[in-house]
């Protein structure tokens, strides 16, 4: 059974840091890509990065700037981490994992094919 599995996250004063990882798992299937969304209160779902099967990424806006991504491949397992430094209070939100195994397209919410659970990140000034 696919399914992806997150942890990190929690509270962090502004100019910390945090590292996120997300574990895909159980499936056959050619995984495409993983990638990481965010969803601040009261706004929409948004990408922050994607990565595919041949490590290349896809950055929203500057965030590149602050965080980065990294994976760790195997057989039918694939961890993505997501190490965000200088952290600012808008990086407040939900992080969710994602992962398309029918094309390269990680980036858009109609792309994914399994959701993480998400897990929270809160930044105080």
């Known amino acids: 059974q696919e399914r992806l599995v997150e942890s990190g996250g929690g509270s962090a004063q502004s100019g910390g840091s945090l590292r996120l990882s997300c574990e895909a798992s159980?499936?056959?299937?050619?995984?495409?890509?993983m990638g990481w969304f965010r969803q601040a209160p009261g706004k929409r779902r948004e990408s922050v990065v994607r990565?595919?099967?041949?490590?290349?990424?896809?950055?929203e806006g500057s965030l590149k700037d602050r965080f980065t991504i990294s994976q760790s491949r195997g057989n039918s397992r694939n961890t993505i981490y997501l190490q965000m430094n200088n952290l600012k209070p808008e990086d407040t939100g939900m992080y969710y994992c994602?992962?398309?195994?029918?094309?390269?397209?990680?980036?858009?919410?109609?792309?994914?094919?399994?959701w993480g659970q998400g897990t929270l990140v809160n930044v105080s000034s």
């Open positions: 994602a992962a398309n195994f029918k094309g390269y397209y990680c980036t858009s919410t109609t792309d994914i094919s399994y």
């Open positions: 159980g499936y056959t299937r050619r995984l495409y890509c």
């Open positions: 990565i595919d099967d041949d490590d290349e990424e896809i950055w």
